[in-house]
């Protein structure tokens, strides 16, 4: 066992590290620990993106969660008009049309967390 001190941001923490062979054990560790954490983020991306009939996408420019789905399928929207409304940082950010068209999907649901970029509506 060893201990350490580490400062973070001004706090100070004192942490005990098991060895538990070569040194290799605390690398082998994070990498397990970073993993899951970047796939969750790239999975749902995918299946937003595919979900999508439209040609144009409505996406996402900060991450969130979403708060109200403003426009329904089939219903047509003008450039700047918000098709759903993202809640970051207590803040309510529109998502808006990119340009004028027809609501071809909706890609998420209230509730749903979003990353910056993601596809949550489209567009004819």
Not at 7 to 30: F, I, S
Not at 49 to 62: F, L, N, R, T, Y
Not at 79 to 101: R, S, Y
């Amino acid at each position: 066992m060893k201990n350490y001190t580490i400062t973070v941001n001004g706090n100070v923490y004192d942490v005990t590290v098991e060895e538990a062979g070569a040194g290799a054990a605390p690398a082998r560790a994070a990498a397990p620990a970073a993993a899951p954490k970047a796939a969750p983020k790239a999975a749902p991306a995918a299946p937003k993106a595919a979900a999508g009939a439209g040609a144009i996408a409505v996406k996402a420019g900060a991450a969130g969660k979403v708060f109200k789905i403003e426009a329904s399928v089939g219903q047509s929207v003008k450039k700047g008009d918000p098709v759903v409304i993202i809640e970051a940082m207590k803040m309510e950010i529109p998502v808006v049309a990119p340009e004028d068209g027809t609501v071809a999907s909706i890609d998420s649901a209230v509730g749903d967390p979003v990353e910056a970029g993601a596809v949550l509506a489209t567009l004819n």
